[in-house]
């Protein structure tokens, strides 16, 4: 299947709406401090960030709707299974995360590495130790709480 579309006002429509729900989350879960008035607080980067987001999205929709500055780019979803199916598999490693950090964290590196087609068992076998080490590392000597 091949979707074509203009890369200039799709990222920029991604932009505006990533701006806009930035917007929206910021005093959700960033609180307001009581004894600052005005300057530099915690939620001035991110409104920051929000504010050049959605500005610099308008700008590229502007570009393609009113300059006609913009490219006509086709995707062929036959060639992005594979992109399509690793973020599938970064997906369920997010669900998988919170009933287990060595069987999450390993079976993502084991993932990442058949898709790369590796064939020796010993790149597997350092990945999973890896994991290992690194919760013990954690939980034992950092006093980290991990799932």
Sequence with gaps: MIIKYRS???AGLAG???????WILIPLYIGREMGVRSGITSRS????IAVVSFLSGLGLVFQSLVLKRDTLKT???GQE????LFMAALAAYSVLFKYGFILST??????????CKCRRPLF???VVAT???LYFVFTRLLYVRLP
């Design 131 to 133: 994991v290992v080490a």
């Design 106 to 115: 390993a079976g993502l590196g084991v993932t990442t590495l058949a898709f």
């Design 16 to 22: 505006m709406a990533f701006g806009i729900c930035l």
């Design 8 to 10: 200039n006002l799709w």
């Design 124 to 126: 597997y076998a350092i």
């Design 45 to 48: 980067m991110p409104t920051a």
């Design 81 to 84: 299974a594979k992109a399509l």
């Design 75 to 77: 995707l062929v979803l």
